[in-house]
């Protein structure tokens, strides 16, 4: 069983559209996670951290499962600009504990 | 968040050569690492570059294949050695940097593209 396992889509939706990812991770013994998009053929970026409580960042909104061992990354009123892979990254501690998932594509269109 | 200059972006090598991949940032930075994707896989790490000790590699990959050197803060290398067409890969240096009261973060330079022939 993979560490990490997302969707790879790709999810196709129009703009204005409302769209959810899943993770789910099988290490329990994760603590941090995190949710990065990379734009094609460029370096992953940083979109937001994951708490337990759930946390929203305009747009966004992340939620952790750990008794289901998953997180999900909601997107609202989706723009041409989301378009892109989204990555979800669990960490067991620190920052050289971090595995990367092979992420979910998303294709917003006009 | 910090700048990370990444050179060279992109490389075409011949098998059998090295290439060395340079990473500076702006700014005194916790730490820095090396991640390796290749085409339609998700990032792995490489190794953790210490300043001004040995870098602390991973399971798979040997100081001999991918020497690293950090002699301050702010600068790395790493170097690809005796290439082979399966180093074709893109190279991604990556540092971690407080951006608030014990709040620290990830960022990564933008990458080298790496073709071997």
């Known amino acids: 069983r993979k560490e990490v396992e997302q969707d790879p889509g790709p999810f196709n939706v129009p703009e204005g559209a409302t769209v959810a990812f899943n993770c789910t991770y099988s290490?329990?013994?994760?603590?941090?996670f995190f949710w990065y998009r990379q734009d094609c053929r460029k370096e992953p970026k940083l979109l937001m951290s994951?708490?337990?409580s759930g946390n929203e960042d305009g747009r966004f909104t992340a939620q952790l499962n750990r008794a289901s061992q998953y997180i999900s990354l909601l997107i609202r009123d989706s723009k041409l600009s989301d378009s892109a892979t989204y990555l979800c990254?669990?960490?067991?501690?620190?920052?050289?504990?971090?595995?990367f998932g092979t992420g979910t594509r998303l294709l917003v269109s006009p | 968040s910090a700048v990370i200059s990444q050179k060279p972006s992109r490389d075409i090598c011949q098998r059998g050569t090295s290439l060395t991949i340079q990473c500076q940032v702006d700014?005194?930075?916790?730490?820095m690492f090396w991640y390796r994707q290749q085409p339609g896989q998700s990032l792995t790490l490489i190794a953790t570059?210490?300043?001004?000790?040995?870098?602390?590699?991973e399971s798979g990959f040997v100081i001999d294949k991918f020497p690293i050197s950090r002699p301050n803060l702010t600068f790395s290398t790493l170097t690809v050695s005796n290439m082979s067409p399966e180093d074709s890969s893109i190279y991604l240096c990556?540092?971690?940097?407080?951006?608030?009261?014990?709040?620290?973060?990830?960022?990564f330079g933008s990458g080298t593209q790496l073709s071997v022939l």
């Open positions: 994951v708490y337990s």
């Open positions: 290490n329990s013994a994760s603590q941090s």
């Open positions: 570059a210490n300043q001004g000790s040995e870098a602390t590699y």
């Open positions: 990556s540092v971690v940097t407080r951006t608030g009261f014990a709040n620290e973060k990830l960022f």
């Open positions: 700014s005194q930075v916790t730490m």
């Open positions: 990254v669990p960490s067991t501690g620190g920052f050289q504990k971090l595995v």
